[in-house]
């Protein structure tokens, strides 16, 4: 009687002190040093903001820099995978970086949430990139706008000019059939590596096809190179962007050079001028204002990529752990699971809506057509 007595009063002891709370942890790779800082840096800087618990989960975030370096990238999700046996990873943002962990993170079945432009990453889509969830709008979503922008402005010939990678590659794949479809004929194309200090030779061939427009399809401080190159030799046409251009630093460093360049990129850059209708607006402020509260600074987009896995994870979770406990198979399978169900889900960026053909999610509400007007983003009606 007396040993079922002390047990009682232990289960008692135990309920009392309210449920044992498993804990989730989340691998997070950032470009924070190398040719992809400008990037990077804003995505580790909003580790510190994401959910410190995802449903009834605590949540240990691990941050590791992969210097921008694809092996880097790999060595990193091996050390998140069998050394810290994280249920998701988050990152890295760039595309090269992520194509090349994707075999490793379908393999350990971790799912792995991407911050980068390409879709190459969730298309098409088969039984590896089915671990993999992106957390940016899709090449094509960002073409369209442009290109419709083009055909509207009377823009006839197009120069383009790329990475040399996986991002830039697909750009051109996506932009010339939509370029085709709308009567656009490109009559240059070129491509440069990421970290290139000249481009004089690639843009002396653009210019010397003269087009209406020139593409630049790059991203962080990549993305400024071709376009003050292009000034300094006299092109007078019209810039277009990419969202891989997104970011403060990119107003910074062209200066005066980048003055009236169209882009295709989030309501996060104006921000002030979208209506309070539109669902992201509020979810997107809360993110700016907690980071300014922490760094005295406003976030580039790319930061917002990563909240937005945060927001993705928070409602994937909980449904998750009814299949099994965090790090176990089973429940990083349900986990990858609930995150191709994903319907409704209002990010930053625009509202999130996966399926298994779909693993980025967006519509419409995830673009503005926006151009650089007093050296300022400004929103074009």
């Given at each position: 009687?007396?040993?079922?007595?002390?047990?009682?009063?232990?289960?008692?002891?135990?309920?009392?002190?309210?449920?044992?709370?498993?804990?989730?942890?989340?691998?997070?790779?950032?470009?924070?040093?190398?040719?992809?800082?400008?990037?990077?840096?804003?995505?580790?800087?909003?580790?510190?903001?994401?959910?410190?618990?995802?449903?009834?989960?605590?949540?240990?975030?691990?941050?590791?820099?992969?210097?921008?370096?694809?092996?880097?990238?790999?060595?990193?999700?091996?050390?998140?995978?069998?050394?810290?046996?994280?249920?998701?990873?988050?990152?890295?943002?760039?595309?090269?970086?992520?194509?090349?962990?994707?075999?490793?993170?379908?393999?350990?079945?971790?799912?792995?949430?991407?911050?980068?432009?390409?879709?190459?990453?969730?298309?098409?889509?088969?039984?590896?990139?089915?671990?993999?969830?992106?957390?940016?709008?899709?090449?094509?979503?960002?073409?369209?706008?442009?290109?419709?922008?083009?055909?509207?402005?009377?823009?006839?010939?197009?120069?383009?000019?790329?990475?040399?990678?996986?991002?830039?590659?697909?750009?051109?794949?996506?932009?010339?059939?939509?370029?085709?479809?709308h009567g656009l004929r490109i009559v240059a194309q070129e491509r440069y590596q990421r970290n290139d200090s000249s481009v004089t030779g690639q843009t002396l061939k653009l210019l010397a096809a003269r087009p209406d427009a020139v593409l630049v399809a790059a991203t962080g401080a990549a993305a400024v190179l071709p376009q003050v190159t292009l000034v300094d030799q006299g092109y007078k046409g019209r810039f277009y962007q990419t969202h891989g251009a997104a970011l403060p630093d990119f107003l910074k460093l062209g200066g005066k050079k980048v003055e009236g360049t169209v882009l295709a990129a989030s309501l996060m850059l104006v921000l002030p001028e979208m209506p309070d209708t539109h669902p992201s607006k509020p979810v997107a402020q809360r993110y700016i204002d907690a980071y300014e509260q922490r760094y005295q600074t406003l976030p580039a987009t790319f930061g917002a990529n990563v909240y937005d896995a945060g927001l993705l994870l928070q409602q994937a979770a909980p449904p998750a752990g009814h299949a099994g406990r965090p790090g176990t198979p089973a429940f990083r399978a349900a986990l990858r699971d609930a995150l191709e169900q994903t319907h409704d889900l209002v990010g930053t960026q625009g509202v999130y809506n996966m399926t298994p053909q779909d693993h980025s999610g967006f519509d419409a509400r995830g673009r503005e057509l926006i151009v650089v007007r007093d050296g300022r983003w400004k929103r074009l009606p």
């Open positions: 009687m007396l040993l079922k007595t002390a047990g009682t009063l232990l289960a008692a002891a135990l309920l009392a002190t309210g449920p044992v709370q498993a804990q989730m942890k989340v691998g997070v790779i950032t470009s924070s040093t190398g040719p992809t800082a400008m990037v990077g840096i804003p995505q580790k800087n909003t580790v510190p903001l994401l959910p410190a618990r995802l449903g009834d989960l605590t949540v240990d975030y691990i941050t590791l820099d992969d210097a921008s370096d694809p092996a880097k990238s790999v060595a990193a999700a091996h050390k998140l995978i069998d050394e810290e046996h994280v249920d998701a990873i988050i990152g890295p943002p760039g595309t090269p970086n992520t194509l090349a962990m994707i075999p490793f993170v379908a393999e350990a079945g971790v799912p792995l949430l991407a911050p980068v432009g390409s879709a190459t990453v969730v298309q098409p889509m088969d039984a590896q990139k089915k671990w993999v969830f992106k957390t940016t709008q899709n090449d094509d979503i960002i073409a369209q706008a442009l290109v419709g922008h083009m055909a509207a402005n009377g823009v006839k010939t197009v120069g383009f000019i790329g990475l040399g990678d996986a991002y830039g590659e697909n750009w051109y794949k996506v932009f010339s059939a939509l370029a085709a479809d």
